[in-house]
């Protein structure tokens, strides 16, 4: 199994910035895509960013130009700086993962995992 833990949620007032983690734990054998998706009350939950292997991203059009994604494959880690924060980013902040992990039988198979999620809470 993989776990992720998320941290560095908490309250900011508008125009401010935060910076949030994701640490993957337990028996991985590789990391594929790593991503950020939010839930606000009453709403979906949403993508934030995403970034591949190699390094590649993608953000919401909502947040382009203010989040950067970025990660440490060594530390199976992956980060959301948050600059120019608005009140309507203001959300519960999932870290997701898909890979492939070792089964107990020494064989890598795939997996896909969700952190329990970090609030932010945005100020006006």
């Known amino acids: 199994q993989v776990q992720l833990v998320e941290s560095g949620g908490g309250l900011v007032q508008a125009g401010g910035s935060l910076r949030l983690s994701c640490a993957a734990s337990?028996?991985?054998?590789?990391?594929?895509?790593m991503g950020w998706y939010r839930q606000a009350p009453g709403k979906q939950r949403e993508l934030v960013a995403h970034i591949t292997s190699s390094g590649s991203t993608n953000y919401a059009d909502s947040v382009k130009g203010r989040f950067t994604i970025s990660r440490d494959n060594a530390k199976n880690t992956v980060y959301l700086q948050m600059n120019s924060l608005k009140p309507e980013d203001t959300a519960v902040y999932y870290c997701?993962?898909?890979?492939?992990?070792?089964?107990?039988?020494?064989?890598?198979?795939?997996?896909?995992?969700w952190g329990p999620g970090t609030q932010v809470t945005v100020s006006s």
């Open positions: 997701n993962a898909d890979g492939s992990s070792w089964s107990q039988y020494r064989i890598p198979v795939d997996f896909a995992s």
């Open positions: 337990g028996n991985i054998f590789s990391i594929n895509a």
